[in-house]
């Protein structure tokens, strides 16, 4: 049975377990219609895992699964604000938490005293 490069990489998507499975359908789903939820804010400095050093003032953001250099507008219902950063951190691992944004970003969404905020999230 000959079987596409495509199709071995989806069987093997679904193969590593059912949370593997999740994350490829929230990310479709975030490509089409966008997703909402709890983003933190995060002054560490570190590297960050796409390999680069993190920069506070910069207008990037942690998400579970979606590609590094994916471009996300991320908008505060509450507040009508809204930024773009880039996708390049893997996080954040709290429970019911969808993103995690750099210090510049939480600060052009005036979140800084607010700390966790509810946002709605739109891949570009």
């Given amino acids: 049975m000959k079987v596409s490069h495509l199709a071995m990489g989806?069987?093997?998507?679904?193969?590593?377990?059912?949370?593997?499975?999740a994350a490829?359908?929230?990310h479709t789903k975030s490509k089409t219609r966008g997703f909402s939820g709890f983003a933190t804010f995060y002054t560490e400095s570190r590297r960050v895992a796409a390999g680069e050093h993190y920069n506070p003032r910069g207008l990037t953001a942690a998400h579970r699964t979606l590609p590094f250099g994916t471009r996300v507008r991320v908008t505060d219902p509450r507040s009508g604000r809204s930024v773009v950063v880039t996708i390049n951190d893997r996080g954040p691992f709290r429970r019911g938490r969808v993103l995690d944004i750099s210090l510049g970003a939480a600060r052009a969404l005036g979140m800084i005293n607010r700390g966790v905020i509810y946002v709605r999230a739109d891949v570009l």
């Fill in 10 to 21: 989806m069987a093997a998507i679904v193969l590593v377990g059912g949370w593997q499975q």
């Fill in 24 to 26: 490829l359908a929230n």
